[in-house]
């Protein structure tokens, strides 16, 4: 794993990979470096035959309390284009392993943005989520406001975002943004479990279900169901669904390979 | 420090004197500001393990100062003072005692119910004067009195507005004791030094699911138990607990 300077990466037992966002004396705050370091590790991660699911988390005090505000403050509209400021974030959606993010403290602004790049998301009981981007006279920009509406729907994302309040673990989770709500000792640990519980899965069939997902979320039901179709013949060239199918046959657990 | 309240910590437990007696401890826009500071700083300090709140002079707290403020919003009084104090009442993962040393009226009575216990003086009493000039209980008295009481009395209670000594609000389960006025301090003292020695981790999750028990189902609460024992076999307390059982010791508890 390459070395690091705002993120701490590595891979744990039992195929789990643990990242830690790691700028603690800003709250986690997100800069472009941050984010290229986080893109760098996810793309090794994913092609690692060892890891079978990622889990992302900063530290209690905060997930992250936001993007950070001094890099770009003084940059104009054309410096950001010429930037492509936003490539790297655009990339965290191509991976294609499980994200489990393990959310403690604050998770503002681009720190609630990169956990909307989790696939599933665990929070403490007092986690705050929120996009104040309105308070400093801009918007989210990496995904925020796309995201939140798909999540809880137009009218209650705009109220959010509008307002630019924080949102309590227990509304986010009552608003369908996040999966569960837990004990702020036990979130990384409880987030670390339900990866654990992933990565004994086929990882084809998680892989495959991932992008079907997403797919599922931008199209209609029928080119959905297309898209899943093909995704589920797909799954029959692997040596997964024959050991898979085998294994049920003669009522024993299956020991899949990712292949 | 404060200009309303007096903040002092002695003995592992925090002091939080409201302090305007000429005025029976009134509630002000002040007071609010600094309750919320005053709780905060318990909360976050390690070497505090128990907090009381108390009024100096003859009330407790005889609730909103009336008198000042013309035409204000009720509303944003609550929003913006009340609410955030008894919010941060709750949220402090330690037991906080209401010392009720005197009458205790309206919000001041509203205070005293989001404690998380009530040790009256035998001069004490307890007063739900909001319907006396037209109002609701406020400041969490509607959740926590019929939780406290039952529904049937707190009705009573909300509605008909009567003074309750504090003997009768020990007979149906308002307070947890009723002592002397002219030992007071100390028994309340001791009671709060007891408090601070015991497993403050474990008082903490006690409080933070049994709150959270009133909005939730079965599966829920039996979820978050496994959460909280799991959380609280982690701590030196914990050890510490058995260790002491084995060697047929009394515990040490460090709140660790």
Redesign the interface.
């Known amino acids: 794993m390459s070395k690091f300077t705002t993120i701490t990466a590595k891979v744990e037992e039992d195929g789990i990979a643990l990242i830690e966002l790691n700028r603690p004396k800003v709250l986690n705050a997100i800069n472009r470096s941050m984010v290229s370091e986080l893109l760098s590790a996810f793309e090794q991660f994913d092609r690692d035959g060892r890891v079978k699911a990622i889990v992302l988390t900063g530290n209690n005090r905060a997930f992250a309390a936001g993007a950070d505000i001094d890099e770009m403050m003084n940059d104009d509209a054309i410096t950001l284009e010429l930037l492509n400021q936003f490539k790297d974030w655009d990339q965290l959606h191509t991976i294609k392993k499980p994200i489990i993010g393990a959310v403690s403290g604050y998770c503002f602004g681009g720190g609630f943005e990169l956990a909307l790049c989790c696939d599933i998301l665990f929070a403490s009981e007092k986690a705050q989520f929120g996009f104040p981007e309105i308070k400093l006279g801009v918007m989210p920009g990496a995904g925020g406001t796309v995201k939140l509406t798909k999540l809880m729907g137009q009218k209650k994302a705009l109220e959010w975002l509008w307002l630019g309040e924080p949102m309590s673990a227990k509304e986010a989770h009552q608003h369908g943004v996040i999966n569960r709500v837990v004990a702020p000792e036990l979130v990384l640990e409880e987030a670390v479990k339900f990866a654990r519980t992933i990565a004994s899965k086929a990882p084809l069939s998680l892989r495959l279900i991932k992008e079907t997902v997403y797919k599922a979320v931008d199209d209609s039901v029928l080119d959905g169901m297309q898209f899943e179709r093909k995704n589920f013949y797909l799954l029959f060239s692997s040596e997964d669904q024959k050991e898979g199918m085998k294994a049920f046959a003669e009522k024993r657990r299956a020991n899949f390979k990712g292949k | 420090m404060f200009e309303t309240i007096m903040y002092e910590t002695r003995a592992g437990v925090a002091w939080i004197t409201l302090n305007r007696p000429e005025k029976l401890n009134a509630f002000t826009s002040v007071m609010h500001k600094e309750m919320l500071s005053a709780l905060k700083m318990a909360g976050k300090d390690e070497e505090v393990r128990a907090v009381v709140i108390t009024g100096a002079g003859r009330a407790f707290c005889s609730g909103q100062d009336l008198g000042g403020s013309e035409n204000p919003d009720y509303g944003e009084v609550l929003r913006q003072g009340y609410n955030p104090m008894v919010q941060a009442l709750v949220s402090i993962e330690k037991p906080v005692i209401a010392a009720v040393n005197g009458v205790a009226a309206g919000a001041g009575m509203s205070l005293a119910l989001a404690c998380d216990f009530r040790v009256a003086s035998d001069k004490a009493s307890f007063i739900e004067a909001f319907i006396h000039v037209g109002l609701v209980p406020d400041s969490g008295n509607l959740y926590f009195l019929p939780r406290l009481v039952g529904h049937a009395k707190a009705m009573e209670l909300a509605v008909l507005g009567e003074k309750v000594t504090a003997e009768q609000a020990k007979e149906f389960g308002l307070v947890t004791k009723v002592v002397s006025d002219a030992t007071f301090v100390q028994e309340v003292e001791t009671f709060a030094v007891r408090l601070a020695n015991m497993p403050t981790k474990a008082i903490g999750?006690i409080k933070?699911y049994m709150n959270k028990s009133w909005e939730s189902d079965l599966t829920e609460v039996l979820e978050?138990e496994a959460?909280?024992q799991?959380?609280a076999g982690?701590t030196v307390d914990h050890k510490e607990g058995v260790t002491a059982f084995m060697e047929k010791r009394k515990p040490v508890f460090t709140g660790k």
């Open positions: 999750l933070r978050y959460l909280a799991k959380t982690g």
